[in-house]
Structures are given as structure tokens and as C-alpha cells.
């Protein structure tokens, strides 16, 4: 899944021809912004670990949701900029899965956190095609036995991401963006419940997502 998501970015950064490049970037898509995100979520088992166990696959989908700022400037003929990220998402381990969910046990996603910057060139005046990367860091909590119930237990995973996307302004200073993204977590601490952590350790787990964001401009 490795060699395909580096796949998938080196062909969006090929999109734009450098006589593209050389056209400059838009005004318009430069300076502060914040925005909205949804898309599709997809957490499971790294190429080390076995992903067939007992043939249960080992993954969770569901509903990603938050939003993120960000701020972008000219640099020549390409688009530079710094963002950040806060997202939930609604995926979760099935009342079937009791044990080894991916090396987590019965599961839900909650928060993640993400910092980063992006890269990219104009492919039309108002359309932007980028290529991004950075830090992760995303919350899995524990569920209760054969319930929907958090408990206040859950492991806390480190790692990086990459994706690739296409941003198009709409009119004034709106804009929305469609974006792949391939996260990988390697390493991991528990945070139980008496308020106590363990050691770090490693971890081999794999994100997939399709999001879509709208965003203003100021």
C-alpha cells in the first residue's frame, strides 16, 4: 500500500507541465485560510502485521469530520504553505471483533491531530494542484466488551502523512479541494485510565482517506 500511495503522489505533482509552473501563482490563493473537511476514513494493519487473522480483515472505515487552517504564499513560480489539522471520525470496531483489531484490541478512532506544509503550481488560473506531507498524531480509544462504550483508556499513535490534491477557488475569497492522504503510525504509547502511560512502542498502522474541504480565504 506503500509503493501505491507514493505512486499516486509523484503522478498529482506530475499533472502540471513546468510551462505551467512558470505562469506564477494566483493571488487568490495566497494568505490566511480555514476550513471544513469530510470525507471517508479507513484505519487497519500495516504490511508488517497480518491483516487476514482468523479471516477477519483487519481495518475500520467510517465518516471523517473536522476542519483545519492554513497559510499560503508565492514562492516564484510555485505555492508554499504551513497548515494544520483537527479531525474525529466514526469508525469503530464491530460488536464481532472482541480481540486483536489490528493490534489495538475492540477500538474507535478519535481525534487526530496534524501539522505540515504543502507544495504546488497553478494547472489553470484558478486551479491549484499540490502535494503536502507532515506529523500525525492520532487517538484510538478502547471500547468496553461487547458494547459502543469508551472507556477512558486508549493508545496514542505517532507518525507521518502524505498526500495529494486539487484546490479550485470558487468566487471571492471561497475555495473547495478534493485530497488523498496515506498516514502511517509507528509508534505508540497506551494511556490508561489511572492517569498512567507505558513505555513507547512500536507500531505498524496504516490510513487511508478521500476527503473533501471548503474553505474561505482572508
Not at 512558470?22 to 479507513?42: K, M, Y
Not at 472482541?98 to 478519535?110: A, E, L, P, S, W
Request: hydrophobic share 35%.
Amino acid at each position: 500500500m506503500r509503493k501505491i500511495a507514493v505512486a499516486l503522489l509523484v503522478a498529482g505533482s506530475a499533472v502540471a507541465t513546468p510551462a505551467l509552473a512558470q505562469s506564477g501563482v494566483n493571488p487568490i490563493f495566497t494568505g490566511p485560510r480555514v476550513e471544513g473537511t469530510l470525507g471517508w476514513d479507513h484505519v487497519g494493519a500495516g504490511s508488517s502485521v497480518d491483516n487476514d487473522n482468523d479471516g477477519s480483515d483487519q481495518n475500520i472505515d467510517g465518516l471523517l469530520y473536522g476542519g483545519g487552517i492554513g497559510y499560503d504564499f508565492a514562492a516564484g513560480g510555485a505555492l508554499l504553505g504551513v497548515e494544520g489539522e483537527i479531525t474525529g471520525s466514526t469508525a469503530k470496531s464491530d460488536r464481532r471483533a472482541y480481540d486483536d483489531q489490528f493490534g489495538f484490541g475492540r477500538v474507535k478512532t478519535g481525534r487526530d491531530l496534524y501539522v505540515g506544509a504543502r507544495a504546488g503550481i497553478m494547472a489553470d488560473p484558478a486551479t491549484l494542484i499540490y502535494v503536502k506531507g507532515g506529523y500525525t498524531n492520532l487517538k484510538l480509544n478502547v471500547l468496553a466488551g461487547n458494547t459502543d462504550t469508551q472507556t477512558d483508556t486508549g493508545f496514542k499513535l505517532d507518525g507521518w502523512r502524505l498526500g495529494a490534491g486539487a484546490e479550485r477557488a470558487i468566487s471571492g475569497n471561497t475555495y473547495a479541494k478534493l485530497e488523498y492522504r496515506y498516514s502511517n503510525y509507528n509508534r505508540g504509547q497506551i494511556d490508561y485510565a489511572s492517569g498512567a502511560t507505558s513505555a513507547r512502542f512500536d507500531v505498524d498502522t496504516d490510513r487511508h482517506q478521500v476527503v473533501a474541504s471548503y474553505g474561505i480565504r482572508f
